[in-house]
């Protein structure tokens, strides 16, 4: 017990300080604060730049009657922008459009049907609201257009947009309302990525530790001194309580930043994220498949880094490893919008995709208790053979020097590690 | 105190890495163990300490088997640094002295001690990597030998370091040796066997060609060496009988002879041929030993 501690503690402290995990962290708490803040800089950034000069719109009224009422639209929409009556014709117009001088230009006339027809030219070939906007503007000019033509009231004008109310309600068992949907979708989007990165990162921490430690042959000091299998699992939780750690700081960063932003900003993002409710159990089944994520790939990850003996090789070594957790990413993704599929429930109960699916699955409905406990209990025996398997290849492969960077060095390892 | 090893084989597959090997090391001395790369050596210390089984035979430490129970008792020096490139070199130490069953501030004390004795203490905050290969050697040989093991094991300790160091290193191990431990080390370098080792023992491929004291492995090489050095062309010396080997030299030749009255035979001829400046019988190296038995020219 007293070597696991030592192990457990070297692998907790000596891999925190270093510098690269410090920065690591530092950068990704910024991104936290830069993230929660970036409406306000966006705000701040266009005020500064936008400020002085405002856009103008030129408009060629054809018809001599459409200019006033699209000025009245405009300042009830409140629009940034500046309209200008121009005595010049369309084409000269066009032309200083090409050559930069004004921003854009709208054409205005009525055609025989007394429709408005209209024509916006400008230079940016990717604008979509303003454009909108003024179709709006337009829109609702031609329909008191007509209104008044028609001698409609305006409660008759009304009674025609009159909306269809219209609901969506599932009647599946385990569905959420749709706007419970939406707000668990933030949450589960954000933890999703988040076990997605650390279940990556720490696993191949752990992999080249493993090969780290074997390509500068410590561990044939170590392995002298405290068996291969206690050292492989003080690793891992070494490694997983550094995890932990970085992950509660990462949590606490982003609380903090969204509570501090303390604007209409941060109560939308906090209800979007839907923290305000329902949000802990989510947060629970996150911290949980986190563990049994981490576990079961960073064993897997000790097995595969013991049976290379140069770093550089590790990275060829995890690429299945990696491919799987990849493959548990896209499926959650592609589920993210109906996890009721069926595919979907069928993979969550693979444990190597159950961190990410089912937590998916977990966090988007309501499912009776069994189908997540299931899952976990499937996991925890996996990562408890698994251990057990890999501790019998990690005996005999962190032994194995030479070339070799394969799977099939599985057998070798594990006919060594029974010598 | 003493390490016993009988009739130890290894085998992996169709491989037989060792084959019936047998040490007997008595507490304080120091024993040699000689072989080419890839004679397994470094299987033998594998086994010794734990991380293999054999095959066949019994290794033994003061009767008891070795196990993680013994292992502070035991340091060891892999044959290429062993060091996390990375840490600390005071850190390090400290943490590997913890390893071996020091407490804290008994692996912090001799950690510094270490350092001082050895003339590093300067690169105590250093990390490994940044420090030159021989440096890196010391704070290794530190590390081995810091929880003071009654058993030491060292795979070329001397790789690697200039002739300085390899005094300093010397002088450290033979002190160690006299406060009673026991050294079981391999090296290339014959003539560090010769000046360190009581016993010694030659293995070839798994097997064990040569074993003994060093009177003893000498002696019954059966060979002797005959230096003559004359300004007359001794060529015709090669072919008596009992000659097995010339040698060449600028002065004259050195003579390998099966007997003494081949070397009083040569010294016969030698002198008719005409005045000789320098005759003598010398005993064999253990070079010459080992280029024998082993038959190649590895060491």
Request: proline letters at 3%; one cysteine or more.
């Amino acid at each position: 017990m007293r070597e696991f501690m030592l192990i457990f503690k070297q692998a907790f402290i000596t891999k925190g300080k270093t510098k690269s995990f410090i920065i690591t962290t530092g950068i990704m708490i910024a991104a936290i604060f830069l993230m929660a803040n970036l409406s306000n800089i966006i705000g701040a950034v266009q005020k500064v730049t936008s400020s002085d000069e405002t856009e103008t719109l030129y408009v060629v009224d054809e018809s001599n009657q459409l200019f006033d009422s699209l000025q009245e639209q405009f300042n009830i929409a409140d629009l940034d922008v500046e309209l200008v009556l121009s005595p010049k014709d369309q084409e000269t117009l066009k032309e200083e459009v090409r050559n930069d001088e004004i921003d854009m230009l709208l054409t205005l006339r009525l055609n025989d049907g007394r429709s408005i027809e209209s024509t916006y030219y400008s230079m940016k070939s990717m604008e979509f609201t303003l454009p909108m906007m003024i179709e709006d503007a337009l829109q609702s000019i031609q329909t008191e257009m007509k209104a008044v033509e028609l001698s409609l009231t305006n409660e008759e004008v009304q009674t025609l947009f009159t909306s269809v109310q219209f609901e969506t309600e599932s009647l599946s068992s385990s569905s959420k309302s749709e706007e419970e949907l939406n707000q668990a979708r933030g949450l589960v989007y954000v933890l999703m990525f988040l076990i997605y990165f650390a279940v990556i990162f720490y696993s191949s921490m752990i992999a080249t530790e493993v090969a780290t430690e074997k390509s500068s042959r410590v561990m044939e000091i170590l392995i002298s001194s405290v068996s291969p299998v206690k050292h492989l699992f003080a690793k891992v939780l070494g490694i997983g309580a550094l995890g932990l750690l970085q992950m509660a700081l990462l949590g606490a960063s982003a609380f903090l930043a969204i509570k501090t932003t303390a604007g209409e900003a941060a109560e939308g993002a906090l209800s979007f994220f839907g923290f305000s409710n329902m949000g802990m159990t989510t947060i629970i089944y996150a911290i949980v498949f986190f563990l049994l994520g981490y576990f079961l790939y960073a064993t897997l990850a000790g097995l595969l880094g013991s049976l290379v003996s140069r770093v550089e090789d590790v990275n060829q070594v995890i690429l299945p490893m990696t491919f799987l957790v990849i493959i548990a990413f896209f499926l959650a993704m592609s589920g993210i919008g109906n996890p009721d599929l069926a595919y979907i429930k069928y993979t969550s109960f693979i444990p190597f995709f159950t961190p990410l699916v089912m937590f998916l699955r977990v966090g988007m409905l309501d499912l009776p208790l069994w189908e997540p406990l299931l899952s976990i209990g499937i996991m925890l025996f996996t990562i408890f053979l698994l251990g057990w398997f890999g501790a019998r290849v990690y005996k005999g492969g962190v032994l194995m020097y030479g070339p070799s960077r394969s799977l099939k060095d599985i057998k070798k390892a594990i006919q060594l590690g029974k010598e | 105190m003493s390490l016993q090893l009988e009739n130890v084989t290894k085998r992996f597959g169709d491989f037989t890495a060792v084959d019936q090997l047998n040490l007997s090391i008595e507490q304080g001395t120091m024993y040699g163990f000689l072989g080419a790369n890839g004679a397994g050596k470094t299987t033998t210390f594998r086994m010794i300490l734990g991380l293999l089984n054999a095959n066949e035979g019994k290794i033994t430490w003061n009767q008891k088997r070795i196990s993680y129970a013994t292992s502070p008792e035991i340091g060891y020096l892999p044959e290429e640094r062993g060091l996390y490139p990375k840490m600390k070199v005071a850190e390090q130490l400290i943490f590997l002295g913890q390893l071996r069953g020091m407490s804290k501030s008994a692996s912090k004390r001799a950690a510094s001690e270490w350092l001082e004795k050895m003339e590093v203490s300067h690169y105590e905050t250093k990390k490994v990597e940044e420090l030159s290969k021989g440096n890196q050697q010391k704070i290794q040989v530190i590390a081995s030998l810091m929880h003071q093991p009654k058993l030491l094991i060292l795979d070329e300790p001397f790789s690697g370091l200039d002739p300085v160091n390899v005094e300093m290193l010397k002088n450290a191990i033979l002190e160690f040796r006299n406060n009673g431990a026991t050294i079981l080390f391999s090296s290339h370098r014959m003539d560090h066997v010769e000046e360190l080792c009581e016993q010694l023992s030659i293995i070839h491929q798994g097997k064990q060609v040569v074993s003994g004291s060093l009177r003893e492995v000498k002696r019954s090489f059966g060979r002797q060496n005959v230096r003559i050095h004359s300004e007359y062309d001794l060529a015709s010396l090669a072919s008596i009988e009992g000659v097995t080997n010339v040698q060449q030299s600028i002065e004259g030749a050195i003579y390998q002879v099966e007997t003494e009255e081949v070397a009083h035979e040569l010294l016969a001829t030698a002198l008719q041929l005409g005045p000789i400046r320098h005759f003598a019988i010398e005993e064999p190296s253990l070079q010459d030993i080992f280029i024998e038995k082993v038959g190649n020219v590895h060491a």
